[in-house]
């Protein structure tokens, strides 16, 4: 016997769920891809992403996954031998670094933890130590989905100003986008990449890379350029150049239609709606884990992300059991732990478009799996989202 029969639920840190206004803003015709319309669509996208992005600088749009904005970055400021640091704070960083390495680039890992945020100042002692000046970029995520942290952007920019470094300082905002505060040219951000199926609420196919001066000045140099990635033929007049060949048209549409809606709850709420659902979600697994059999990914409150949270089950349990659950028997999908985490952890997806009932129907759900399975925890989790949410959501 099941309760799953209804719509199921997509609770994964990407992709996350598509708004129905956005799935038929795909459900269009092909158009002209050389005139008309989707020159205007473009225009359009191009000139707002910046603004999701806090930049001054200009935004390129690719017909890519978050790995080909990775690539995107690392060819259009980097030469074949160059060094880059990369600050390891979970799974994606390093994966970065590693399709760095493919392209002739040599990688150094700063060393973290997968249950703590970097630390600015082992950043700063590093810097300090590279005297001629070897490192040539720095890698870094805002929020790692694997290990569910949030780096703290800000301070890392002052420890690198602090070692008087000029390495360029490259950062993979995949999971942060238009989840909380991004702010590229007030935190000394050199280059930003991100996504279109996370917290821009749009199909997985589109990638984007925004650059600021430092990093169009190192472009100029930079040898590892190849055509479908370079910046300068994508800023050329013609519209096919945008996408170096055919647009990527119906995510496109899918994503003006995102766009409109973001800047129409407008930004400053968008966040706020990330951050009081987060709260929810930490509220109950904080209950949960009263009773021992689950506990927080990351140790340091602070460090919490308000896109992911990465769930540890403690042994003696498996998180498969707890997963597979959900899924078979109520009909959410939850994120399973993946890198070192892999049957160790499972993940809640607070990102992209979600609100209330999405959130206490997850937990609620989780709260039946833990039961049903006799998972020892703590009661009350699903309460306690409710009662935060019902402190901090007043009437107007």
């Known amino acids: 016997m099941t309760v799953r029969n209804g719509r199921e639920f997509l609770s994964i840190p990407g992709p996350t769920v598509v708004p129905d206004s956005v799935l ?27 603004k999701i992005f806090g ?59 997968l249950r703590r945020a970097v630390d600015p100042a082992q950043v700063e002692e590093r810097l300090r130590a590279d005297t001629d000046g070897s ?104 519209h096919y150049q945008k996408y170096c060949g055919t647009p990527p048209e119906h995510h496109l549409f899918g994503l003006r239609q995102a766009l409109d809606m973001i800047f129409e709850e407008g930004l400053e709420n968008v966040f706020a709606r990330h951050r009081l659902l987060a709260g929810a979600v930490r509220r109950a697994v904080g209950a949960w884990g009263q009773g021992g059999a689950v506990e927080f990914n990351i140790t340091e409150p602070s460090e919490r992300s308000d896109s992911v949270t990465t769930i540890l089950v403690n042994e003696g349990h498996d998180a498969g059991d707890l997963i597979a659950y959900c899924e078979n028997k109520c009909g959410v999908v939850l994120g399973i732990g993946i890198c070192d985490l892999v049957g160790k952890a499972f993940r809640i997806a607070h990102m992209g478009h979600v609100n209330a009932p999405m959130i206490l129907g997850t937990l609620a759900t989780v709260e039946v799996g833990l039961a049903a399975l006799g998972m020892p925890h703590g009661r009350g989790g699903v309460q306690a989202a409710i009662d935060w949410l019902g402190e901090q959501v007043k009437p107007d």
Not at 167 to 192: H, N, R, Y
Not at 214 to 232: E, S
């Open 135 to 238: 490192i040539k970029a720095i890698l870094v995520v805002q929020v790692d989905t694997a290990s569910g942290v949030v780096n703290d952007l800000p301070a890392i920019r002052r420890a690198i100003d602090a070692a008087g470094h000029g390495a360029l300082l490259m950062v993979d905002a995949v999971a942060s986008l238009a989840t909380m505060p991004f702010e590229m040219d007030a935190w000394g951000i050199d280059v930003a990449v991100s996504g279109s199926q996370k917290g821009l609420m749009t199909p997985p196919g589109l990638s984007f890379a925004a650059a600021g001066p430092r990093a169009k000045a190192a472009h100029q140099t930079a040898d590892l350029k190849t055509h479908y990635w370079d910046w300068t033929f994508r800023e050329g007049e013609l």
């Open 55 to 113: 930049t001054q600088g200009q935004a390129y749009i690719y017909a890519a996954n978050g790995h080909g904005a990775w690539e995107a970055a690392v060819t259009n400021v980097l030469n074949r031998g160059d060094k880059i640091l990369v600050l390891e704070s979970g799974r994606f960083a390093i994966g970065w670094g590693q399709a760095a390495e493919v392209l002739g680039v040599e990688m150094e890992i700063l060393p973290g933890s």
């Open 24 to 50: 038929g803003a795909m459900h269009h015709p092909a158009i002209d891809i050389y005139s008309g319309k989707l020159e205007g669509i473009t225009h359009s996208c191009l000139e707002d992403l910046p």
